[in-house]
């Protein structure tokens, strides 16, 4: 059976706007128009798309916080707007701008409270608190406020919290945003672990595409309500049509390199940048130039998933300008 | 329709949750007694301030609205002690609307237990048993002052029911306020008039309003039944309103008819939030 079910699900606000004195406008708005999908037990989701194209309010009607305007919906069996609170024990969930944890008590107060707040029995608790604080280096902080944790810490300390109590899904919405590359790689790797060893249902949400690369096979993006591709991520790319940018130092400035592989979109100075398709590997456009040109540097820049959708939409009409130089 | 027995088990992981999140508040602050004890301290001399308002008034007057200074004081007591208790309990229900605009309000909604109890114990503040015990501290004093009263085993047990049948009737509109604030998230303001602002105004005898605000405060918002009604039965004074002399005796049902309105209107204000998201 499926874990998590949407039938055309909708989610409309009346958003009320003050058009003048005393005069207001209403106006409805479709954050979440019609979307269906199916997660299988086991199966680790990404779900991106920009801002304000509806993930969190999706995330906030799979979790029970906000009533669907239509359509149908099952966590685990459960109609999560009827059932919140039941609902809660079976499920974990990180928001990545606010914290779930008590802002002014020690990382270990809050999750003795969790504790004792879901039940969670003591030898399950003991054995899930050993495992996080190793895996997510959190032996240091346990004593530290929450408020005085770095972005890094507490985004760890918050996945802990989610995962106490053994749920069977975890809703994870931007759960590397702002942080540095090292914490980001931490909180990958503890994801894959968790997601292999647990078999834990991941759902996330996020802006980066590394993210999505390295954690997750299977992809949905959503733009303005609506599930506008569901698939491989090497799939998208194909979609997208989208590039990846190699950008190139070279010993001294030459005019732009010769190359079947890729197209020069930029030339600054001894720097060049070279656009090649993202479903591609980098390798042997590296090889190519290392072997015929002096270079110095290099570095490979992945596309932005606004890039990715704004290519979508233009449905591959034109590839040759809609890569970004970032 | 949540059944019965579904309610009642709703009713008892609340006060549960309640008491788990409270006592590890008042462990975190113990961590610093000296701050504790001075905060407290703070509390008690700081609610204590008015009542030097009332003792400067009495040396000035013999009465105040036919009221002696003992009597005025049992009125005070009561009220402020009642206020204390409701303060107590759900004081930081004020903190909903804050919690709407900055978002924070969803981490609770994906906890396994009632969001009215994570609410109204979040930041429990033991601090606040500084304005009980300064409201106890007046009701003593009047209990020695009042020699005109002839006390009865009846008039004795008055004292307690009205103490936690008024912290009831404060802490019901604590949550009401709170649930306003779902939809005006900056009604704190709102919140207080009724609450610290129903306080100011018990504290002194009926007799000194002008009627249509007695007649408001006994039949509109019953803030009447916390003090001024069953206090008159005690002192053996009339009630300036012509009112039956069993109210004197129905704070209790009165407390349980806030909460039943209180607990609508914060279903109301909740399930509001949850199809607006704001």
Known sequence: ?326 | MVPVRGRLALARDGFRAYGLIAMMWVRSTMAYRASFALTTLGSFLGTGLDFVAVLLMFGHVERLGGFSLGEVAFLYGVAGSALGIGDLLMGTMGRVGLRVRDGTLDTLLVRPVPVLAQLAADQFALRRIGRITQGLAVLVYAVVQLDEVQWTPLKVLMVPMMLLSGGAIFAALFTMGGAFQFLAQDAAEVQSAFTFGGNALLQYPPTVFAKDLVRGVTFLLPLAFVNWIPVMYVLGRPYPLDVPEWFAFAPPVVAVGFWVVAGLLWRAGLRSYRSTGS
């Open chain 1, 1 to 326: 059976m499926d874990l998590i079910e949407l039938d055309g699900v909708e989610k409309v606000f009346d958003v009320r706007r003050r058009t003048g004195f005393m005069r207001r406008e209403k106006r409805q708005v479709r954050a979440v128009d019609g979307i269906s999908f199916t997660i299988p037990r086991g199966e680790m989701v990404g779900y991106i798309g920009p801002n304000g194209a509806g993930k969190s309010t999706t995330i906030k009607m799979l979790t029970g916080i906000l009533t669907p305007s239509g359509g149908r919906l099952r966590v685990a069996g459960i109609d999560p707007a009827r059932e919140r609170t039941r609902l809660a024990s079976r499920i974990g969930v990180v928001f990545g701008q606010r914290t779930t944890l008590w802002w002014d008590l020690p990382l270990k107060d809050s999750y003795r409270l969790m504790h004792r707040m879901y039940r969670i029995p003591d030898a399950r608790f003991a054995a899930n608190m050993e495992r996080c604080v190793e895996l997510l280096d959190l032996a240091e902080l346990l004593d530290v406020p929450v408020r005085q944790l770095s972005l890094g810490q507490r985004m760890r300390g918050d996945i802990a919290a989610a995962l106490l109590h053994d749920p069977e899904v975890l809703y994870l919405d931007e759960p590397t945003i702002g942080l540095d590359v090292v914490s980001k790689s931490k909180v990958r790797q503890f994801l894959r672990d968790l997601n292999a060893e647990l078999g834990t249902t991941v759902l996330l949400t996020t802006h980066d595409l590394t993210d999505i690369e390295q954690l997750c096979k299977r992809v949905m993006v959503i733009d303005h309500g609506r599930l506008m591709y569901d698939g491989a991520l090497a799939g998208l790319h194909e979609v997208g049509e989208s590039e990846r940018m190699l950008v190139v130092d070279l010993e001294q400035e030459l005019p732009p390199v010769e190359t079947d592989l890729a197209r020069v979109v930029k030339v600054e100075g001894p720097r060049q940048w070279l656009a090649f398709p993202a479903s591609v590997s980098a390798a042997p456009l590296v090889a190519q130039l290392a072997a015929s040109y002096p270079l110095l540097d290099l570095s490979v820049r992945e596309p932005d998933i606004e890039a990715v959708i704004a290519k979508m939409y233009a449905g591959g009409a034109d590839g040759a300008q809609g890569a970004r130089l970032v």
